[in-house]
């Protein structure tokens, strides 16, 4: 078995695990704050709206993970984001439509995020990215950056 079939195995498991805590219809930021909280421990970060997300990032480490909204936090939420701090101190943000981060949020423009394959886990209709966001998040604490590049 290869690199990229075993992780993207893992993270099915992930989701199907964070499914049965969360369903996989719309969350809310204290549902995935409070499992994300219980699951990552201190590596845990939280979760924010992508402006909120901007002011606190030159606080985060390498090995922070957590979860953003794609609007800011003036409006009520869209489409939930995986982030992780690298060891290089960069971003991985992660969308389940496997949009490009800085058309998404363009006020990113200035980050240096590093982005995982661009393939879709998510189906158009469906209202899970809170479920995949922590799996990807499992998926960057347990086997780093290198892995999760390949969701």
Excluded at 95 to 124: A, C, M
């Amino acid at each position: 078995m290869n690199k990229d079939k075993f992780i993207n195995q893992i993270y099915k498991l992930a989701f199907n695990y964070f499914a049965e805590f969360l369903g996989t219809d719309t969350t809310s930021t204290d549902q995935l704050d409070d499992l994300g909280k219980i699951v990552f421990g201190g590596d845990w970060k939280g979760v924010f709206p992508s402006d909120i997300f901007k002011q606190l990032l030159p606080s985060f480490k390498s090995g922070d993970i957590g979860i953003l909204n794609n609007d800011p936090s003036y409006l009520t939420g869209e489409h939930w984001l995986f982030f992780g701090i690298t060891h290089n101190n960069k971003v991985m943000i992660h969308d389940t439509f496997g949009r490009n981060i800085y058309k998404l949020i363009p006020s990113f423009k200035n980050i240096p995020i590093i982005e995982p394959d661009k393939d879709k886990e998510q189906k158009k209709n469906s209202n899970s990215c809170g479920v995949h966001a922590l799996s990807m998040a499992f998926i960057f604490n347990q086997w780093g950056a290198s892995y999760a590049k390949l969701i």
